[in-house]
Structure formats: structure tokens, C-alpha cells
């Protein structure tokens, strides 16, 4: 029965814009509403909501990480495929731009009695930031 499982996984990795991955792949770890979830050749079907957060696939002997916000993941034993508001590459991601949408999202949300600012939205706001600096710290790992 061991003979009949998938070796790899096709992965692929797309967002309204654009196609961002389609890659051969040995594992992938994506953040899932509930909680991140880890898919290897063989798993069982399923489908996930995403959250923001850091998304990994191992080619090889290289993990690759990107930050992806809200969408879709559907696994199949053999293939993942993302659907995804934003997806962006480690070596992608602007550091500076980043740490600035950080520091405002925090100076919102500093501002809790101001009725006038959307906390919800700061606190998403950051959340994107935080993954985006985590994710962009992966160049060169």
C-alpha cells in the first residue's frame, strides 16, 4: 500500500493578480483559521480558510517561506493549491515599508478611545506587517 502514496506534492500558490508558485515540492506548513498544518505527500483531502500568516514549502534541501493574507488552501494527497488575497516571497518583501505599516498599525491601535479609528482593521493591519517582517527575516536561512 506504501508503494501507492505520492513522493511530492504539486504545489501551487496564487493570488487575484497573479500566479506566485508552481513548484514540485517534498512538504509544505500553511496557516490555517484553526491553526497551521502541516501537509506532506499522502494527506488526506481537505479544504482550510487561511489566516494571515507565514507560509513554508521544503524543495529539495531549501525551505522557502512567503506571508500570505486570507484565502483558500485545498490538499489533496498528491497537490496544495492556495488561493490567496496576497502572497509574497521572503526576497520580495520591502523591510522598511513594512516596519512603517507596523509602527502605524501600532499607533492606531494606541488610540483605543478614538472612536474614529477602525480597530479591527489596525489590528489586521498589524498582524500583516508582523508576518510580513517575520517572513522577510527568512532571506538567507
Request: proline share 5%.
Amino acid at each position: 500500500m506504501a508503494d501507492s502514496l505520492p513522493s511530492h506534492i504539486q504545489l501551487e500558490i496564487v493570488t487575484p493578480d497573479h500566479p506566485v508558485a508552481r513548484e514540485v515540492v517534498s512538504a509544505v506548513t500553511i496557516p490555517g483559521k484553526g491553526g497551521y498544518l502541516g501537509i506532506l505527500p499522502g494527506h488526506a483531502p481537505l479544504l482550510s480558510e487561511l489566516k494571515m500568516g507565514e507560509l513554508a514549502y521544503t524543495r529539495g534541501s531549501f525551505t522557502h517561506y512567503l506571508a500570505v493574507s486570507w484565502g483558500f488552501a485545498e490538499v489533496l494527497p498528491d497537490r496544495v493549491i492556495i488561493l490567496a488575497k496576497t502572497a509574497e516571497r521572503a526576497a520580495d518583501i520591502n523591510v522598511e515599508r513594512a516596519e512603517r505599516a507596523r509602527q502605524r498599525a501600532e499607533e492606531r491601535l494606541a488610540k483605543f478611545t478614538d472612536l474614529s479609528i477602525d480597530m479591527e482593521r489596525a489590528r489586521a493591519a498589524l498582524e500583516r506587517a508582523q508576518t510580513r517582517l517575520q517572513v522577510a527575516r527568512r532571506v538567507g536561512s
